[in-house]
């Protein structure tokens, strides 16, 4: 493998650090990797990256141990308003915004802390809006089999925002309806009247 003029003459990049390809990535743009304010930059795009995507090393039974309870109760539980930062897998620009999560129990519920500590696990991951929608509400279904659950995503993509059609002020809602949410209008209705109470923009 041969490396010339910063750049990358090879068909395999085994050889090349994270930072070696990031450095890369700023000759490309027309940067220069060695001026005063990027030599540390492959250094913290790396780390920054690993943060971002950190949700493919976490693991949904360690996020839940513990944290799932046997009650007596069968009413409605609503986690909203809970903020998440997601990356676009077309561009790798981010997308953020807030998330409601709605269940109801069949025996079990969840500890609140961990339906933002559920929804981070998928969010820190590449994403679409809608697969991340329907991962959170399956994600609860597979570990308390609840009598329905319900989510929405309202977010802001930096993909629409900054390039393409650059429209600053839009906005993507996404919903995953399940079980009794699905069939039963009441308790969907219910669910959308308590999200948009004090905020919901939808």
């Known amino acids: 493998m041969a490396r010339t003029n910063n750049v990358l003459e090879t068909t395999s990049l085994s050889e090349f650090s994270t930072q070696d390809l990031y450095r890369e990535i700023l000759t490309r743009i027309g940067e220069d990797p060695n001026r005063d304010g990027l030599l540390r930059t ?5 780390k920054a990256m ?6 493919y090393k976490m693991d949904i039974t360690e996020v839940l141990h513990a944290a799932l309870f046997d009650v007596d109760y069968d009413e409605m539980v609503i986690v909203k308003d809970v903020e ?6 077309h561009h790798l620009l981010p997308f953020f915004g807030k998330a409601h999560v709605a269940y109801v129990p069949n025996g079990k519920v969840i500890g609140l802390s961990k339906i933002p500590r559920l929804v981070d696990v998928f969010a820190r991951r590449l994403q679409v809006q ?5 991962q959170i509400g399956e994600a609860i279904t597979d570990a308390i089999d609840p009598q329905g659950v319900a989510v929405i995503l309202e977010a802001q993509h930096l993909c629409m925002m900054m390039r393409g059609v650059e429209k600053q002020h839009s906005l993507t809602v996404t919903s995953a309806m ?8 009441q308790t969907r209705n219910e669910f959308l009247s308590l999200v948009r109470r004090n905020g919901g923009s939808f």
């Open 84 to 89: 998440f930062f997601s990356m676009c897998e």
């Open 130 to 134: 809608e697969r991340l929608t329907r």
């Open 178 to 185: 399940l079980g009794v949410f699905k069939t039963q209008l």
């Open 50 to 55: 690993a943060f971002l995507t950190r949700g």
């Open 42 to 46: 492959p250094e913290r795009m790396e």
